[in-house]
Nanobody, 116 residues
Framework: VQLVESGGGLVQAGGSLRLSCVAS????????MAWYRQGPGKQREVVAG????????NYAESVKGRFTISRDNAKNTMYLQMNSLKPEDTAVYYC??????????WGQGTQVTVSS
């Protein structure tokens, strides 16, 4: 499985961005996908997750009500709509996929910078 993120950039506080993650390869083996982020000097943390077979999405407390994760299975693409961005959302955002064998795959990351 290969993952490629896009959509990062520089935005002012209060603004919005939409990240995309396109999966290729053995996409039929993917059972769940998620967005992680790693801010400057911080550990990587999960932001939001979504199963591929339907079911409930989940979010980190810090982004609830502001971020929305979604997936278009026909396009093998996952999205992260980020609204009301804050400077503390500044990070490299990574796409993650989990397959049937519990193997994890990572994208290369996309930088999101929120200016105050």
């Amino acid at each position: 499985v290969q993952l490629v993120e896009s959509g990062g950039g520089l935005v002012q506080a209060g603004g919005s961005l939409r990240l995309s993650c396109v999966a290729s390869g053995s996409t039929s083996s993917i059972t769940a996908m998620a967005w992680y982020r790693q801010g400057p000097g911080k550990q990587r943390e999960v932001v939001a997750g979504i199963p591929t077979s339907g079911g409930r999405t989940n979010y980190a407390e810090s982004v609830k009500g502001r971020f929305t994760i979604s997936r278009d299975n026909a396009k093998n693409t996952m999205y992260l709509q980020m609204n009301s961005l804050k400077p503390e959302d500044t990070a490299v955002y990574y796409c993650n996929a989990l397959d049937l064998g519990y193997r994890r795959y990572w994208g290369q990351g996309t930088q999101v910078t929120v200016s105050s």
